[in-house]
């Protein structure tokens, strides 16, 4: 730890160095004239405290820029699922084998780099971390990329995972002092999941901490032989938060793998589809939650665990709450991760009630059968990565929840099932934006769309708005308080990334990306 | 695994002349759930019958493992294997410490043998292949009761008329998702928009949000409004009893339903 400080001091000798990079320093508070990592801060809470662009002004938010990708030769394999980082007037993001940089003040185009990729399911890219002046990034085939952020040069790349194991990475890389802590993914064929912290300079793997527990393990008694918890599953697909006080780095785990098929792997398959806290500089567990025991639905619990200091009976309290892709919303004591409220955020239907520890117990009827049995929510879940907010000035928590019905089916009855081992089919599916009080669970308002779809992410500020898009290609901005629509744009497709903003020249932008497109919107001159 | 990859590629290295030589230029990787080559079927089912005579006995004939050898399907080397490079060195030296015998198999066997695991691999990666098992496992009287009595499917449909040879038309499972939600592109609300002055315009349902809604007339003209408070808007949804009812089926119910359905063939 002591060496590690010392190398990061040498490294940046000169604070004027930061006029084009970034300080990991500056992370633990970042200026408003910068987003320097996936969530705009370690907290989670997607909340801004820029007002300039406010509720009594919103009304006059235009149209800055946009910008379509141009990928050059190269081929776009997904929509824009990356949340840009802003630093020093530049926006920084990613998708699959791609990234770009581009003006924070007009959306020119800066540089573009591609990757020679070998294969892996081309999903998403949630985009980079950043240290320095080097930008990080994960591909579909498992390297973890170095740039130069001055220029898109590569400067290395570091294999995280094989690509021929089926692992496929998606999350943005975080930054915490000189860790780039990095997840890995893939869930086709029953590959164990892992987090790993890489050195900034080198990429040389500093850590890993495994999602399941290898052979003799603590944790291993909740797996029926070593064979089916090394092929457990449980990856490690979105970003985790941070609280630098308890120097805990906050995780959601993936489902267990085979993932529709539970009968080759009974117990509660730890540490899969937990809420789990690490100690960023070793990679040691400190505690675990688990959102989902023995999960047989894909509901991961990668979702966001947002970082909350509130209050609970009168008393100041630090939180951690996550609205997870099973249904249910958490709120747990962050220093030891002793569980608050456990409350459903949309009406389930698969749930038998809470155990000693606040866990959901799951009817064993409602795991997939041979014959189909209808479950509510749908594999896609009540909730998935797209980023909740938090606003610590209404005290609610917001997230677009989906309610929908699906058909699991078991087609594969062996002992030992593979890969998924079972189906879904879709039946049917609404979604409505939720706002819901943290000390409680009460859902204070609703505001249903007149379509289904998926969850889209959320922004709130402290110019008492709230920016999210709708399932028909709408982008929206209300009040976040009550619920009420302030001003809407019509889109080229619906929002697919989490929106974000920051301060340039006393102008505040608010970027959002849809599809092809990364619009910059701000108010008239 | 990398190690163990490593370890492997060398022993390839030295039997270079027995192992089959890898095809010359690499075919383009695909970024979808099947991201490797497909093997050639006639492959497949040759490496099927000569992996089941050779190494079913330890393997399992599925490759999924036995009482003495390991699950072949999720190996990691079997899925770094590339036409027999990995797979082959095993085969033919076999792994004494482990109890496996070496299998003079000739370059060609190796192959197909690795071109049956891959297909293996594939079958288990591929999920949306998976074949779905028998759905029509309920009681079809009590789902035609539940039809006439409790659902109330009776006010709407006829097993005579509109649901008559359903079971023809559909699947089993495709019924099955069918019945408790058709889908929407077929069946469109109905809605009425009504202008502050008092004009009204009626069709079918063709766009909603909060902002606006559009609909097409009789004479299939496109309408688009934008929604304020002076507009008043009725819809008639044919599709809400569905959406209702799926909140009330208990997997019984559902199967029994299902089981009377595919009486009407």
Known sequence: MRLARVSLLLA?????????GLDPAQLLKPPTDTWPTYNGDYSGRRFSSLSRINSSNVTAMTLAWEYRLDAGSGTLTSSIKSTPLEVAGVLYFTLPDHAWAVDARTGRQLWHYQWQSHGGIHIGSRGFGMYGSWLYFETPDNYLISLNAKDGSERWHVEIADVNQEYFSTPAPIVIRNHIIVGVGGDSLDVPGYLESRDPETGQLQWRWNTTPRKGEAGAETWPNPEAMEHGGGMTWVPGTYDPELNLYYLGTGNPNPVMAGQGRKGSNLWTCSIVALNPDTGKLAWYFQASPHDTHDWDAAETPVLVDGEIDGRPRKLLAQSSRNGYFFVLDRTNGKNILSKPFIDLNWSKGL???????????????PDGTLVIPAQGGAANWP????????GLFYVNAVSSYSLYYLTDTGDKPEGYGGRDSGVYSTVALKAIDYRTGQIRWTHDYKRGGGTIGILTTAGKLLFTGDP??????????????????HLISTVSNGPMTYELDGRQYVVVGAGDTLYGFTLLQ | MKTLAALCLLTA????????????????PRFGLISRAVPDPAAVERGQKIFSANCGF????????????????????????????????????????????????????????????RSRQQAAIDRNAYTILDVVTGDRQKGRDYFNGAGRCNTCHSPTGDLAGIAKKYDAVTLQSRFLYPRAAQIRPQVTVTLASGQTFSGTLDYLDDFNIAL??????????????RLKIDI?????????????YTDSEMHNVLAYLETLK
């Open chain 1, 387 to 394: 980023s909740p907010s938090f606003d610590p000035e209404t």
């Open chain 2, 216 to 229: 097409r007339d009789a004479s299939g003209e496109y309408h688009s409004f934008s929604r304020d408070a």
């Open chain 2, 13 to 28: 290295a030295s039997l270079a002349a027995q192992v089959p030589a890898p095809p010359s230029a690499p075919a383009r």
């Open chain 1, 355 to 369: 155990d000693a520890k606040g866990q959901p117990i799951g009817n064993p009827a409602k795991e997939p059968q």
């Open chain 2, 236 to 248: 008639h949804d044919p599709l809400a009893a569905h959406a209702e009812l799926l909140k009330g």
């Open chain 1, 472 to 489: 028909s290609g709408n982008f929206v901005v209300y009040n976040p308080a009550s619920g009420e629509i302030l001003w809407h744009a």
């Open chain 1, 12 to 20: 940046f000798p000169l604070g004027a160095l930061f006029s084009q």
């Open chain 2, 58 to 117: 330890c393997h399992g004939t599925a490759a999924q493992g036995g009482d003495t050898g390991p699950d072949l399907v999720r190996s990691p080397l079997a899925l770094d294997d590339e036409r027999g490079d990995k797979i082959g060195p095993v085969i033919l030296e076999g792994r004494a410490g482990k109890g496996m015998p070496a299998f003079h198999l000739p370059a060609d066997q190796i192959q197909d043998i690795a071109a049956f695991l």
